[in-house]
């Protein structure tokens, strides 16, 4: 007898395959929702109608009539639904790689040394005037002289590759 009342109880729709899963908002995922639709300037009527899909528990819908609450009448045309925005939308807008190489996306800017030798050996006499004063050079002179140095001879190759390369620009400009 208990089984036919399962049978019975089934047949009318009451068990767990006939029955649509209610979906349970989190308030946290209210709020964002409320947010969103703030933010992306959705009517007040699709704004309410998001809401009352909520609150009923029912799964969000994909597209939403733009400003009335009549049912779409035959003759509408789809492309005069307004849809979620891309955060609720089911699947991302991404660009494929070949447009991006195309619209430069993947291209490196060449490197560009400025001039901050000149600087870096004035910041480190600088340095150890204010260690002299403080009557701690004996302690920073040796390091930073060597420093001072090392950025010199940096800077007198730096200048001969350069005058070599000018050097170079020239004579194949002048034969030509």
């Known amino acids: 007898m208990a089984s036919k009342e399962r049978v019975d109880a089934m047949s009318k729709g009451a068990g767990f395959r006939r029955c649509p899963k209610q979906a349970s908002y989190t308030p946290g995922t209210c709020e964002l929702l409320r947010v969103m639709m703030k933010e992306?300037?959705?009517?007040?009527f699709q704004q309410r109608h998001i809401m009352d899909t909520m609150?009923?528990?029912s799964p969000l819908p994909?597209?939403?009539n733009p400003t009335s609450s009549q049912s779409g009448s035959p003759s509408r045309k789809p492309a005069a639904t307004i849809y979620l925005p891309p955060i609720l939308?089911?699947?991302?807008?991404l660009r494929p790689a070949s447009m991006c190489q195309a619209n430069g996306a993947y291209t490196r800017e060449q490197f560009k040394p400025q001039a901050t030798m000149v600087k870096e050996i004035q910041d480190r006499k600088e340095f150890l005037t204010a260690m002299e004063s403080l009557g701690r050079g004996k302690q920073y002179r040796g390091i930073v002289l060597a420093e001072i140095s090392q950025k010199r001879r940096e800077m007198e190759d730096i200048d001969r590759k350069r005058s070599e390369e000018l050097r170079k620009a020239l004579s194949t400009t002048t034969t030509t």
């Not at 939308?89 to 807008?93: E, L, P, Q, V, Y």
């Open 40 to 44: 992306s300037k959705l009517t007040n």
């Open 55 to 57: 609150k009923r528990g």
């Open 62 to 64: 994909l597209q939403c």
């Open 89 to 93: 939308a089911t699947h991302s807008h």
